[in-house]
């Protein structure tokens, strides 16, 4: 079983309809994230959560709808998205120990390439 | 500003020779952690290694070292002795000791020539 597990691997969608990314991970880690990454860009950031709340929301649009029942699992609800939203969308997870006792790496999913048309 | 600017967009390097990918941070946090990332064209970003704000020596995993200028706010990867699996993308990421984000830089591509 792979650390941070992302399914689909790929998902073709229209404006219209509306699906669901999956995230989850085996690695006991309390912070899970999202990113986008479009083409020529970097990584951008979405979502964060922390210990299931989310402390960051990154002036993402409303058709992006995060769900964390609990530290393993991350969703990510979609609706009526744009053709601009098309990307790789990169879930992570890593273990957010305090302050001062060095800096955790974002262990990342294979990702979903998103094609809206 | 950026926090994290890699200049290099592409980069050539022969098999069995070694490279520098450079990565240049900006931030007025004290602690702050440093990462490189490798992404191969099946997508998967991989974990390659991390540098602290206040390790005194510069980090060496493998065939992989991170040289890093503090004061220059610099932290270059440095692969020795090239594999054509180096192909790939390459991230320089940072966190600060504010907030929860990750800042990636836009990413290098490395070819490695046989």
């Known amino acids: 079983e792979t650390g941070v597990t992302q399914t689909p691997r790929h998902l073709v969608m229209g404006m219209t309809n509306k699906k669901s990314l999956k995230c989850e991970q085996h690695l006991g880690h309390n912070a899970m994230y999202w990113y986008k990454q479009s083409a020529k860009k970097p990584l951008e950031l979405m979502f964060v959560?922390?210990?299931?709340?989310?402390?960051e929301n990154n002036s993402v649009p409303s058709r992006f709808s995060p769900e964390c029942p609990n530290s393993s699992h991350l969703f990510l609800h979609l609706h009526t998205l744009q053709p601009e939203d098309s990307a790789l969308y990169l879930c992570a997870s890593s273990q957010d120990s305090g302050r001062g006792r060095g800096y955790s790496p974002l262990h990342f999913g294979n990702g979903t390439r998103l094609t809206v048309t | 500003a950026q926090k994290i600017t890699q200049t290099q967009p592409g980069m050539f390097v022969q098999e069995k020779e070694a490279v520098t990918l450079d990565c240049t941070y900006d931030t007025s946090d004290q602690s702050y952690g440093l990462f490189w990332y490798k992404q191969p064209s099946s997508g998967e970003m991989i974990f390659l290694i991390y540098q602290g704000s206040y390790d005194e020596q510069n980090a060496t995993e493998g065939r992989y070292s991170l040289n890093f200028q503090k004061a220059r706010k610099s932290a270059n990867l440095v692969i020795s002795a090239s594999q054509l699996g180096d192909s790939a993308m390459y991230f320089c990421a940072m966190r600060e000791n504010t907030g929860n984000q990750f800042y990636f830089g836009t990413g290098t591509s490395l070819t490695v020539i046989p």
């Open positions: 959560y922390n210990f299931k709340e989310q402390t």
